[in-house]
């Protein structure tokens, strides 16, 4: 039997609906021993109720290769932004939950 590394490919679908995506512009993250609990919530201004969109539920490897995943995504982004191809964001402000109060 031979050891053919496209035998341990993944087809991966993506349906329409589920590639539309769900905006999300907080995140919660629990956990316990056995795993991470993420759920994604939209908070609208004005708004004092807000729901979860979307709950991840992962094992703490799974957990650990997201996190890693994000940092090299990260900063391949800064990268781009340091050569000039996307907007420019030095780190020195995140601006807080419902965004900066604008001035009439």
Not at 32 to 44: H, M, Y
Not at 79 to 87: D, F, H, I
């Amino acid at each position: 039997m031979e050891n053919n590394p496209k035998n341990n490919e993944i087809q991966i679908e993506l349906s329409e609906d589920v590639a539309q995506g769900t905006y999300a512009n907080l995140a919660i993250i629990a956990h316990s021993s056995s795993e991470f609990i993420i759920d994604f919530i939209r908070i609208v201004p004005g708004v004092p109720k807000a729901r979860v969109k979307s709950r991840v539920i992962l094992t703490p490897d799974n957990a650990k290769r997201l996190l890693l995943a994000l940092q090299d995504n990260i900063r391949k982004f800064d990268e781009l932004v340091r050569n000039g191809k996307t907007a420019s964001f030095d780190g020195s402000l995140i601006p807080p939950i419902g965004g900066i109060p604008g001035e009439a």
